[in-house]
């Protein structure tokens, strides 16, 4: 029998393009008529990428019309433009966050390569830059939140102003928000995706940030709930994909781009992280993980390679105490400040 909850129950299997979410959960469905054997569909989306309207027209037609019995699908899409911010041809705006200039997020198709290390310290080494650009980060991995400990402020909890916004904590120079200021290290972290997306937006949006020239973004490996909440509700200037050199984890990388490009968010470039092991004794890198794999990545984005990060004893050391590599003089922090440069440069300057 054909009726509203086996049609969404069947709609819930097509996932956003790009995303493991799917059309329903993401709100897109705003209504199913049913009228005999005839169906009728209507759907709502915020892109300017006739690509996605196209693939979700074809994924939910042919998913219906396979229904035994069924006769007419009809698919009615109300299309919208996205948030202000991102116009759909690459170039770079303005963040739609008051007093935020540049917003600037951190994104990995899998877990492991570093992400947040390469987040936090790129934060530092932006601050560092001429004219002490003042910088945010904003630690939208709600469920490994690790900024709080890299920064040595795990035990900070922070305050609210009169207007109910939440103060961020500082440290180093940098504002910082992470789920590991709401929680002792013991808790796990249970969200799901309605309230992983009110987190997101209450850090972004509930924080009193005040004037800063960049907001640096730490986003949760993959693609999902909180990835779309960012694109859809800030203004994101751009997104740096992190990777290691294997093959395994340029695969997941290039599904982190392609969902940023297919919701219309500008790449600003490749981070190779752990490109080398430098051995302490000798001076000498180790490419344990494989070369070239970032620089490869890069090319077929057609983007620049911004940097490639070794690992070095210090960099866990420095995590550990709650001191960001960026803050010495080690080559590593030489690479995370040239890094910074480049940011700093034509793609994406501070505000005066």
């Not at 109910?164 to 789920?179: D, F, R, V, Y």
């Not at 490419?287 to 070095?312: M, S, T, Y």
Request: include cysteine; hydrophobic fraction near 40%.
């Amino acid at each position: 029998m054909i009726n509203e909850t086996a049609i969404r129950d069947i709609l819930s299997s097509i996932n956003y393009p790009g995303f493991s979410r799917d059309i329903v959960s993401f709100g897109l469905i705003k209504s199913i008529s049913i009228a005999g054997i005839d169906i009728t569909v209507k759907l709502e989306l915020a892109t300017r990428d006739p690509e996605i309207a196209q693939q979700i027209h074809a994924d939910v037609e042919g998913a219906l019309s396979s229904i035994d019995g069924v006769g007419k699908v009809s698919l009615d899409f109300d299309i919208k433009d996205p948030p202000e911010g991102n116009d759909g041809s690459g170039s770079v705006n303005r963040s739609s966050i008051p007093g935020i200039a540049k917003v600037i997020a951190i994104a990995s198709g899998k877990g492991g390569v570093g992400k947040s290390t390469v987040a936090a310290n790129l934060a530092v080494a932006l601050s560092r830059q001429e004219g002490s650009p003042r910088v945010g980060l904003c630690d939208c991995d709600l469920y490994g939140p690790s900024i709080a400990l890299m920064f040595g402020r795990e035990d900070a909890r922070p305050m609210a102003t009169e207007q109910n916004e939440i103060i961020p904590i500082e440290a180093h120079g940098i504002k910082l928000m992470s789920m590991g200021f709401l929680l002792d290290d013991q808790s796990p972290v249970i969200v799901r995706g309605p309230l992983a997306t009110r987190y997101t937006q209450q850090f972004l949006r509930g924080c009193s940030w005040g004037e800063l020239d960049y907001l640096v973004i730490d986003l949760p490996p993959g693609t999902g709930d909180i990835q779309l909440t960012v694109v859809q509700t800030v203004a994101v200037d751009g997104v740096i994909v992190v990777t290691t050199p294997q093959e395994m984890a340029l695969i997941d990388a290039r599904k982190a781009a392609s969902m940023f490009a297919k919701v219309n968010v500008p790449i600003l470039g490749v981070i190779e992280n752990m490109s080398s092991f430098l051995c302490p004794s000798d001076g000498i890198h180790y490419a344990i993980f494989g070369e070239g794999g970032g620089q490869k990545e890069a090319l077929r984005l057609g983007v620049p390679l911004l940097g490639q990060i070794p690992i070095e004893m210090d960099t866990r050391k420095a995590g550990d105490a709650g001191i960001p590599v960026a803050l010495g003089d080690s080559e590593t922090a030489r690479a995370f400040l040239h890094i910074a440069e480049k940011l700093a440069e034509p793609i994406i300057t501070p505000s005066a």
